[in-house]
T-cell receptor
């Protein structure tokens, strides 16, 4: 069975603080993909990043960075120097070859960034 | 990146009415999905389609139905709306090129059934 756990339900930080959102996954698939999505108050899910199981390189995009570690089955997301516009719900997701690559979403982490 | 559209964005309707939520995508994706979500909460897959004339029920039981007659169009219908159907409905698509597994989402339809 596949599972995505986002243990942090809500996080509150002050602007300019760094914040890390945790994501732990379970899968028996050898080929799988991990994703992060952002859902601002407008409601749309915005795709942020996709990593495949064969690529453990960390990735940085501006203030966003992602740390993928197969040894701990984690795919954590860090926002550096957070801004009020980062306030949103963030979802981690997993898609594997078992089950035809249907995507399993975590429960989401709500991030509040205060000015 | 996919262009995916949902209409209406907001809908307030009385109990017992029939409604159809529209979803269209212009990227030629073969896979399309419907999720039900209370704002900011977990996403629940209610329907998906891997191609024309193919539809499957998702993990969450839903009284809605879907059809896939054209690749770009995946409407969701509720024959008789009830207050328990009040939620946000998100449509997504995936399945072309090197990032076939990445789902791209529409803006959502917020449904309120009185």
């Amino acid at each position: 069975a596949q599972k995505v756990t986002q243990a942090q339900t809500e996080i509150s930080v002050v602007e300019k603080e760094d914040v890390t959102l945790d994501c732990v996954y379970e899968t028996r698939d050898t080929t799988y993909y991990l994703f992060w999505y952002k859902q601002p108050p407008s409601g749309e899910l915005v795709f942020l990043i996709r990593r495949n199981s064969f690529d453990e390189q960390n990735e940085i995009s501006g203030r966003y960075s992602w740390n993928f570690q197969k040894s701990t089955s984690s795919f954590n997301f860090t926002i550096t120097a957070s801004q009020v516009v980062d306030s949103a719900v963030y979802f981690c997701a997993l898609s594997g070859n078992t089950g035809g690559f249907k995507t399993i979403f975590g429960a989401g982490t709500r991030l509040f960034v205060k000015a | 990146e996919a262009d995916i559209y949902q209409t209406p964005r907001y809908l307030v309707i009385g109990t017992g009415k029939k409604i159809t939520l529209e979803c269209s995508q212009t990227m030629g994706h073969d896979k399309m999905y419907w999720y039900q979500q209370d704002p900011g909460m977990e996403l629940h897959l209610i329907h998906y389609s891997y191609g024309v004339n193919s539809t499957e029920k998702g993990d969450l039981s839903s009284e809605s139905t879907v059809s896939r007659i054209r690749t770009e169009h995946f409407p969701l219908t509720l024959e008789s709306a009830r207050p328990s159907h009040t939620s946000q409905y998100l449509c997504a698509s995936s399945g072309r090129g090197g990032h076939q597994e990445t789902q791209y989402f529409g803006p959502g339809t917020r449904l309120l059934v009185l």
